[in-house]
C-alpha cells in the first residue's frame, strides 16, 4: 500500500519561551528509498536540523531554538510504501519454551521494566490468566491483545503522554499508548520480549480504526528466530501494511515523536495543534 | 549522404507491419538528428524514448501541409485571443505573440516524481531561508552563508526584518527554472520568487493543444493543469488575515503597459477575483480599501504583480505612481496579505543562489534532490579569476537582472562584449556570477515543413499555501534559434505544452504528500 502522510503539530506560546532543545522521530527507522519515496520535515521558527542514530536504530532529528519565540511548529510529510509482515499468514508453532534459555543483549532490554511499564504482581497475575495453559507465544499474544482491547475502555482525554501503567491498570481506560503499555507489562511478565511502535493508522473507506486521528501506538513481540511481529490492541488487528511504524523502543519515552525541553513559565504552553492525515497515495 | 532505407536505420517505435505501413510515407522526423546533445524524444536517431511513441506516431501520420495547418490554427488562436506579451527595449510594436510549437513536450511519471520532491524540497528550503535572515538569522551567524552575500543582494530589505508574515510562508508563488544537461540530468538554473509570470502561456497551452490536437491529448494519461487559477486562490485564501471567512482578493497589476499585462488579467479571470492598479486602493485606518461602483470594499489579500520597488512610495521609490502609499505598514500590522512576500529577492539572487545547497542541507538536514548549475561567485577572489580568464566558455549573469537581460553568452560574444563585461565585473564583483556553458537538452521543433532540434528548459509553478503544491506541468520554453540556448521569452524563445503522464500502476510516483 502506498501512503502519504501529513503530521503538523504547532505549539503556541502564552509569554517568549526560550532555549528550546528537541528531538524528533519521524522519519521511519527503516528509510530504504525504495520504500520512503518522499520525506521532509520543516521546523519552525527556521533553525539548523541535524540528526543522529539512537540506541533502537531510530532516526533522530534535534534542533536548538535559543531565541525567544511565541511559536513552534514541527511539520512532517512523506510517501512510504508499506507491506503486511503476515502476508504468509500468523507466525504460529514457536513456544514459550524456547525463551527458556534467555535472550541475547539486544532483546534483554525489551524484557525488563521501564519508564512506564512497570512489571506488578498484578499485571503479572492478569497476565497468567490470560494465558492460561497457552504454549505458543503467537498464540498468547493475540490473546492479550484481545483481552486488552475487549477488557479496557478506549477514553480519549482521560490520559496523558505521560500516564503510567499503574494507572492505566487502575482506571482501566485509556488510548492507545495506555493500551500498548498495558500489553508489553503483560507480555513481558511471561518472559515474551515485547516493544513499543509509535507510527501512522491507515483508516481506509468504511473503516473505523481507533487512533488513525493521531500519531498511533502499538505492541511488537518477539519471536525467537523469527523477529519481531506487530499487534494493535487498540484495534485487536493484527499490524499489517495499515500500520507505519516510524520509531521503536521500550515505551513511548524511547518512541515519542516530540520530545525535548525549553525555558519559560509553567504551563507556558497555550495552545496544542495537531493535524494528522494518512491518506492512500492516489490521483486526485 | 545517401538516404537510409525507411524501416531499417530510421525505426520510430514498435516494430510492428502496421506502423511500417507509415514509416514508408514522407516522415516529419526523417531527417531529424539528435546530434550530441540530450535529446527529449529520440534516444538515439530513430530511436524514440517509451514516452513518446504515441505521439510521434501520430505527429509521423500527418503530412508536413496537415501539420503546418494546425500549428498555423494554433498561432492565429492566440493572436486572435490577445495571449501576446511586449518586449522592452524592441521598436517592432510594442505587443508580440509568444511563439507555440505543437508537439508537447511529455514527462514520464517517475521523472515528474523526482521533479515534484525537489523543487518542494527547495522552496521549503528557500521560505525557511527568508523567515531565518528577516528574524534570527542562524544561517548566517552559524558561518554557513557569509553575511556580506545576503545582505548586500540588492532586493533584501533590511527594513523588513523583525515583521511577521502570515503563517511565515514568504515565497507563495515560485516558477523555478529547470534546465537537463547532455546527460538528461535536471538542475535547478534559477529560482524566481518575486513575481514569476507564464503560468498563464502554461493554461494557454493545453488550450491550444485542446482544440489543435485533442485525440491525442487524451490517448494519453496526461495530468491536468486547468486546476491552477483554483489552486492559486486557495493559496491566496490562506494568507488571509485570522477570522475572515470569505476573503477579497486582488490582482494588483502596473497596468496595461505592463510586459506581463495579459497574464495578469487573465490569472484574475480564473480566480473570479477583480483585478486592480494602485489608483484603485486606497487606505483607511491601517486597512486597505478598493474603490468600487458600489463604494469602499476591504481588500484582505493581494497577488501583487508589482516589484517591491513599487509597491509602496513611502518605503520604497518615492516617485513611483504604480504602488499604494502606505500599503506596507498596513502588511506589517497584519491587515492585509501580500503575495509574494516583501524582500523575498534575496532569495532568488543569483550569487545567494549559490548556497541554496547549503540552505536545504541546514534547516532541512538532507541532500539536494535537484542540482544546482556549478556557479563562480564574482566575490571569491579565484573564482572571480576564473572567470575574467574564461569569459569565452562562460555565462555570465548579472545577480539581480531576470528575463535573460543583462548576460553575457561567452562563446557567441564578441571581443567587445567580454571586455565590457571584464571591466564591469572587475569594477562591481558583487553584481556578477558566472556559470558553465550547459548544453540544454533538445526538443523536436516544427520548422514550416520539419522537425529540428532546438534547446529547451522548464519553468514549473509551485504554490506554497497551507501546503505546497507543484502544479504538474509547466511551461516547457524554446529557445527558436538555431543553437540558441537562451529560452526567455523577451529574448526570442517560444513555447510547448508540457504533459506530465501519470502511471497507474505505481500512483505514489506522482502524488507526493501534499498534492
Same mark, same amino acid.
Given at each position: 500500500m502506498h501512503l502519504r502522510i501529513f503530521h503538523r503539530t504547532r505549539y503556541v506560546y502564552r509569554t517568549a519561551v526560550s532555549q528550546s532543545h528537541n528531538e524528533l522521530?519521524?522519519?521511519?527507522?527503516?528509510?530504504n528509498p525504495r520504500r520512503l519515496k518522499f520525506f521532509l520535515l520543516k521546523v519552525e521558527p527556521p533553525s539548523r536540523l541535524r540528526h543522529f542514530r539512537d540506541e533502537h536504530y531510530n532516526y533522530v532529528h534535534w534542533f536548538e531554538i535559543p531565541e525567544p519565540h511565541h511559536e513552534l511548529l514541527i511539520e512532517a510529510s512523506m510517501v512510504i510504501q508499506t507491506t503486511s509482515p503476515y502476508a504468509n499468514g500468523?507466525?504460529?508453532?514457536?513456544?514459550?519454551?524456547?525463551l527458556k534459555g534467555g535472550v541475547d543483549e539486544q532483546i534483554s532490554p525489551f524484557l525488563l521494566p521501564s519508564r512506564y511499564v512497570s512489571l506488578d504482581p498484578e499485571v503479572w497475575r492478569l497476565a497468567v490468566d490470560i494465558r492460561?495453559?497457552?504454549?505458543?507465544i503467537f498464540e498468547t499474544a493475540l490473546a492479550i491483545m484481545h483481552h486488552v482491547h475487549d477488557h479496557w475502555e478506549y477514553a480519549p482525554?482521560?490520559?496523558?503522554?505521560?500516564?503510567h501503567l499503574k494507572d492505566v491498570m487502575a482506571t482501566r481506560q485509556g488510548v492507545c499508548q495506555d493500551f500498548t503499555h498495558l500489553m508489553i507489562g503483560l507480555l513481558r511478565s511471561l518472559g515474551i520480549p515485547a516493544r513499543y511502535v509509535s507510527g501512522y493508522l491507515f483508516n481506509g473507506p468504511g473503516a473505523h480504526l481507533r487512533g488513525a486521528q493521531a500519531s498511533h501506538a502499538w505492541c511488537e513481540v518477539w519471536l525467537p528466530g523469527t523477529g519481531w511481529f506487530g499487534l494493535d490492541p487498540t484495534n485487536a488487528t493484527?499490524?499489517?501494511?495499515r500500520h507505519v511504524k516510524i520509531a521503536t523502543g521500550r515505551d513511548y519515552d524511547d518512541a515519542a515523536p516530540i520530545s525535548g525541553t525549553m525555558s519559560g513559565?509553567?504551563?507556558?504552553?497555550?495552545r496544542l495543534e495537531v493535524t494528522v492525515r494518512v491518506e492512500e497515495a492516489t490521483m486526485d | 549522404m545517401p538516404v537510409p532505407e525507411r524501416g531499417e536505420t530510421f525505426l520510430i517505435g514498435p516494430s510492428s507491419a502496421k506502423y511500417r505501413h507509415y514509416l514508408?510515407? &514522407?516522415?516529419?522526423? $526523417?531527417?531529424?538528428a539528435p546530434e550530441s546533445f540530450f535529446d527529449e524524444v529520440f534516444s538515439a536517431p530513430g530511436q524514440v524514448r517509451p514516452h513518446y511513441e504515441a505521439v510521434v506516431q501520430a505527429v509521423d501520420r500527418m503530412t508536413p501541409e496537415e501539420f503546418a495547418s494546425k500549428q498555423l490554427g494554433a498561432d492565429a488562436a492566440f493572436l486572435k485571443q490577445g495571449v501576446t506579451f511586449t518586449v522592452y527595449g524592441?521598436? $517592432?510594436?510594442t505587443e508580440r505573440i509568444f511563439p507555440f510549437d505543437l508537439m508537447p513536450r511529455i514527462i514520464p511519471s517517475a521523472e515528474w516524481a523526482h521533479i515534484e520532491a525537489g523543487l518542494i524540497q527547495r522552496i521549503t528550503a528557500l521560505n525557511l531561508f527568508l523567515h531565518d535572515v528577516y528574524h534570527a538569522q542562524h544561517i548566517i551567524n552559524d558561518g554557513t552563508i557569509d553575511r556580506e552575500s545576503v545582505e548586500t543582494a @540588492?532586493?533584501?530589505? $533590511?527594513?523588513?526584518?523583525?515583521v511577521k508574515v502570515p503563517h511565515n510562508i514568504y515565497v507563495h508563488i515560485c516558477g523555478t527554472d529547470l534546465v537537463r544537461d547532455d546527460q538528461g540530468v535536471y538542475h535547478v538554473?534559477?529560482?524566481?520568487?518575486?513575481? &514569476?509570470?507564464?503560468a498563464s502561456y502554461l493554461l494557454e497551452n493545453r488550450q491550444a493543444m485542446k482544440r489543435a490536437l485533442p485525440n491525442l491529448l487524451h490517448s494519453l494519461p496526461v495530468r491536468p493543469v486547468d486546476t491552477y487559477g483554483s489552486l492559486l486562490r486557495e493559496t491566496l485564501a490562506?494568507?488571509? &488575515? &485570522?477570522?475572515?471567512?470569505?476573503p477579497v482578493i486582488v490582482v494588483l497589476t502596473?497596468?496595461?503597459?505592463?510586459?506581463a499585462y495579459f497574464e495578469h488579467a487573465y490569472l484574475a479571470r480564473q480566480m473570479g477575483v477583480p483585478i486592480v492598479e494602485g489608483r484603485d486602493l486606497i487606505m483607511r485606518g491601517d486597512c486597505v480599501f478598493m474603490r468600487t461602483t458600489k463604494g469602499l470594499v476591504q481588500v484582505h489579500v493581494i497577488y501583487r504583480r508589482i516589484d517591491d520597488d513599487f509597491l509602496d512610495p513611502l518605503v520604497f521609490?518615492?516617485?513611483?505612481?504604480?504602488g499604494v502609499p502606505g500599503l506596507v505598514e498596513s502588511y506589517r500590522k497584519g491587515c492585509v496579505a501580500l503575495a509574494?512576500?516583501?524582500?523575498?529577492?534575496v532569495a532568488d539572487d543569483k550569487a545567494v543562489y549559490a548556497y541554496v545547497p547549503k540552505m536545504i542541507k541546514y534547516y532541512l538536514d538532507q541532500d539536494p534532490i535537484l542540482p544546482n548549475v556549478h556557479t563562480f561567485l564574482g566575490t571569491e577572489e579565484a573564482e572571480r579569476s576564473h572567470i575574467v580568464a574564461n569569459l569565452d566558455k562562460l555565462v555570465v549573469k548579472a545577480?539581480?537582472? @531576470?528575463?535573460?537581460?543583462?548576460?553575457?553568452?561567452g562563446p557567441t560574444s564578441t571581443e567587445a562584449e567580454r571586455d565590457e563585461f571584464k571591466r564591469r565585473i572587475l569594477a562591481h564583483p558583487r553584481n556578477y556570477i558566472a556559470q558553465p556553458v550547459l548544453q540544454l537538452s533538445r526538443h523536436p521543433v516544427f520548422m514550416e515543413d520539419h522537425f529540428e532540434g532546438r534547446h529547451i528548459d522548464l519553468r514549473p509553478y509551485i504554490l506554497s499555501g497551507e501546503q505546497t503544491k507543484v502544479l504538474p506541468g509547466g511551461l516547457t520554453r524554446?529557445?527558436?534559434?538555431?543553437? @540558441?540556448l537562451v529560452v526567455n521569452s523577451s529574448q526570442g524563445g517560444g513555447s510547448k505544452d508540457t504533459w506530465v503522464l501519470w502511471d497507474e500502476e505505481d500512483p505514489s510516483a506522482t502524488a507526493l504528500p501534499n498534492v
Open positions: 522521530r519521524f522519519r521511519p527507522a527503516s528509510d500468523e507466525p504460529m508453532g514457536i513456544l514459550l519454551d524456547s492460561q495453559d497457552r504454549q505458543d482525554n482521560t490520559t496523558h503522554a505521560a500516564t493484527l499490524a499489517d501494511d513559565p509553567p504551563n507556558a504552553t497555550a | 514508408l510515407m &514522407p516522415s516529419l522526423f $526523417q531527417d531529424y524592441d521598436d $517592432q510594436g @540588492s532586493h533584501f530589505r $533590511q527594513a523588513f526584518r523583525g538554473l534559477e529560482d524566481n520568487g518575486r513575481c &514569476p509570470s507564464g490562506h494568507l488571509a &488575515p &485570522p477570522g475572515v471567512i470569505d502596473p497596468g496595461v503597459f505592463n510586459s521609490r518615492e516617485d513611483s505612481l504604480l509574494n512576500s516583501i524582500g523575498t529577492g545577480v539581480n537582472e @531576470s528575463g535573460g537581460y543583462g548576460m553575457l553568452m524554446v529557445a527558436l534559434r538555431k543553437g @540558441s
